[in-house]
């Protein structure tokens, strides 16, 4: 449900684009120039979902070095880790219709969806393709 009010806010305020951080977030240490080189990146293609994280199922521990080609598609239907998340505009209206505001149809959805990292790597998605933020 957070990632669903933070969405609903910037929607309200008319973000063009939100970092959504949950609690467990640890960053690498060259996480500025990763994000300016993201950043940059995606300026140039249409995307609407960007983790800075690998997927829900990685086992990675510590922050790997960035390579040469940082950015890449997410693979559809692998979740998308959701620690560090940011959502473009053009994904705010497909959010706040599909995913539910209260907790009880939260759980239907979840289920039917396998999750909100599942859902969100059938959007337009697009990864690091070497964490720059894993849990602690």
């Given amino acids: 449900l957070s990632h669903r009010a933070v969405v609903a806010e910037a ?27 993201a950043i940059d990146h995606l300026a140039t293609m249409k995307w609407q979902v960007f983790s ?3 997927s829900e199922d990685s086992e990675v ?9 940082d950015i890449k598609p997410a693979e559809p239907g692998v979740a998308l ?7 473009d505009s053009s994904l705010y209206e497909s959010i706040l219709n599909d ?5 009880i149809p939260m759980t ?7 999750g909100l990292g599942t859902y969100l790597s059938r959007k337009r998605a697009y990864l690091l393709t070497s964490a720059a933020v894993v849990g602690e």
């Fill in 11 to 37: 929607a309200t305020r008319g973000y063009s684009s939100v970092l959504v951080l949950e609690d467990d977030a640890a960053f690498s240490e060259d996480i500025l120039t990763r994000m300016r080189k």
């Fill in 52 to 54: 800075l994280s690998d």
């Fill in 61 to 69: 521990k510590e922050v790997q070095t960035l390579p040469e080609q």
């Fill in 81 to 87: 880790s959701t620690r560090a998340i940011a959502y």
């Fill in 99 to 103: 995913i539910p505001a209260e907790v």
């Fill in 108 to 114: 239907d959805w979840i289920l039917e969806n396998e």
